[in-house]
C-alpha cells in the first residue's frame, strides 16, 4: 500500500481537483496499473454534500456546496482537518461493514496512542466523544465501485469548528464538532499525527485487502 | 444469513435473478449483510435500457454508495417503488419484497448457480 501526502502542511487541496485524482488512481487501481494507494491531506475549505444531503441541513447563507458521489451527508473539509483519501481494493466478498469499521479502527487507535477517549456511536459512522452534546471527531464518507474504494475519512485535528455549526453535519441535528487540539488543550496539527494516523490505516485495512504490500508504515511524502 | 435460493441465479457482483417474465432482479443476502444497513437506493426508471455487467443503480449504507450491476441486458419494466420509504427492506428480506427491478430480457450475462455461488462467496448453500 502506497501512503502520498499532498505537500501536507504547505498547500490546500482543492477539492474538485483532488476529487479528479481521485478518479484517476481509482481507474489505475482498478487496472492494476498502480497498488493501493492512501492520499494524505489538507483541503481548502469547502462544504461537500452527499446525496441524501436535506435542504435544511445545507448552510442558511448561502455559500457553495459541492455535491459529491460518497456516502453520507454534508460535511466541511478546511485547514487543520487531516482527510485520508484510501484507494484500494478490498477483499472478495467486498464487506462494506468491515471497510467502514476498519477505518474508525485507525482514528481510534490514533485516539488512544493521544490518551482521547474516542468511541462508535451505535447507528452512526465516525468517531465520537459522548456527551452531550455527542462531539464529532471524525467523519467518514465511501464510495466502493468493482471493489475498489474511494473518498474516506477526515479527522479534525486543529481545523476551526465553527465552520460546521453553518450545517448540520453529517444531517445528525444536536451534535457538535471537536478536534483533537481542543480535547488536548494544545496545538496538534495533520502534520503532527499524520505519520501515526498513516501506521493505524495500514494496520486497519490492510487485513480488508485484495493484497497486501510490505512497505514502510511512515507516509510517503510528494 | 438466509439460505441461497436454489431456483435463482447469481452474479459473481452478487446480484440475483429469477426465471419470470420479466425477470426479477435483487441483491444477494451476501450483499445486504456486507453492505450493512441500506438507508438509500438509486434506480433506474421503467423504459430504461440495462447492459449486462455495467452500472444500473446504487445503495447507500453506513456512510458508503456502492454500484448495482446489471445480470441482463434488457428493459426495465418495474421497479420496486416501495423501497424509496423502505430501503431496509433489502437487508430484511433480500430475495423477497426487497427486489429491485424487473426486466423484459435481451441477454442473459454470465450467471452462476446457487452451489457456485455460494462456492465463489464462501457462504451456505442452498
Redesign the interface.
Known amino acids: 500500500m502506497e501512503l502520498i501526502t499532498l505537500d501536507l502542511g504547505t498547500r490546500l487541496c482543492d477539492y474538485e481537483q483532488t476529487w479528479e485524482l481521485q478518479r484517476q488512481i481509482h481507474a489505475e487501481v482498478l487496472a492494476g496499473e498502480r497498488p493501493d494507494t492512501v492520499l494524505l491531506l489538507e483541503h481548502a475549505p469547502v462544504y461537500t454534500a452527499?446525496?441524501?444531503t436535506n435542504r435544511a441541513d445545507r448552510p442558511v447563507d448561502g455559500t457553495p456546496v459541492v455535491d459529491v458521489?460518497?456516502?453520507?451527508k454534508i460535511t466541511w473539509h478546511g485547514p487543520g482537518q487531516l482527510v485520508a483519501y484510501p484507494i484500494v481494493r478490498l477483499r472478495?466478498?467486498?464487506?462494506?461493514?468491515?471497510?467502514?469499521r476498519a477505518l474508525e479502527d485507525a482514528v481510534l487507535g490514533l485516539c488512544a496512542d493521544l490518551g482521547i477517549a474516542g468511541e462508535r456511536v451505535e447507528?452512526r459512522?465516525?468517531v465520537w466523544l459522548p456527551g452531550p452534546p455527542d462531539a464529532k471527531l471524525a467523519a467518514?464518507?465511501?464510495?466502493?465501485?468493482?471493489g475498489v474504494t474511494m473518498h474516506g475519512v477526515a479527522l479534525n485535528a486543529s481545523c476551526d469548528t465553527g465552520a460546521f455549526t453553518r450545517i448540520v453535519p453529517c444531517g445528525l441535528p444536536g451534535t457538535v464538532a471537536t478536534s483533537l487540539t481542543s480535547l488536548l488543550g494544545r496545538h496538534v496539527g495533520p502534520t503532527d499525527v499524520v505519520d501515526a494516523f498513516a501506521a493505524h490505516l495500514r494496520t486497519s485495512l490492510t487485513p480488508h485487502l485484495a493484497a497486501a504490500s510490505g512497505a514502510s508504515p511512515a507516509a510517503v511524502r510528494a | 444469513m438466509a439460505a441461497l435460493p436454489e431456483d435463482l441465479q447469481y452474479t459473481a457482483e452478487?446480484e440475483w435473478i429469477d426465471s419470470g417474465s420479466p425477470a426479477t432482479v435483487g441483491i444477494t443476502s451476501?450483499?445486504a449483510e456486507?453492505?450493512?444497513?441500506i438507508?438509500?437506493v438509486?434506480l433506474p426508471e421503467v423504459g430504461a435500457s440495462l447492459t449486462a455487467g455495467a452500472v444500473f443503480g446504487e445503495v447507500?449504507?453506513?456512510?458508503?454508495?456502492?454500484?448495482l450491476f446489471s445480470p441482463v441486458t434488457g428493459t426495465v419494466v418495474e421497479v420496486n417503488a416501495a423501497l424509496a420509504d423502505a430501503p431496509e427492506t433489502i437487508n430484511s428480506d433480500p430475495f423477497g419484497e426487497g427486489w429491485l427491478v424487473r426486466v423484459e430480457i435481451d441477454t442473459l450475462g454470465p450467471v452462476l448457480t446457487a452451489e457456485e455461488y455460494a462456492a465463489?462467496?464462501?457462504?451456505p448453500g442452498a
Open positions: 452527499g446525496r441524501r458521489d460518497r456516502g453520507g472478495e466478498p467486498v464487506d462494506v461493514v468491515a471497510y467502514v447507528g459512522s465516525g467518514i464518507g465511501c464510495r466502493v465501485a468493482k | 452478487h451476501v450483499a456486507a453492505l450493512g444497513d438507508v438509500f438509486e447507500e449504507s453506513v456512510k458508503s454508495v456502492s454500484e465463489l462467496t464462501g457462504g
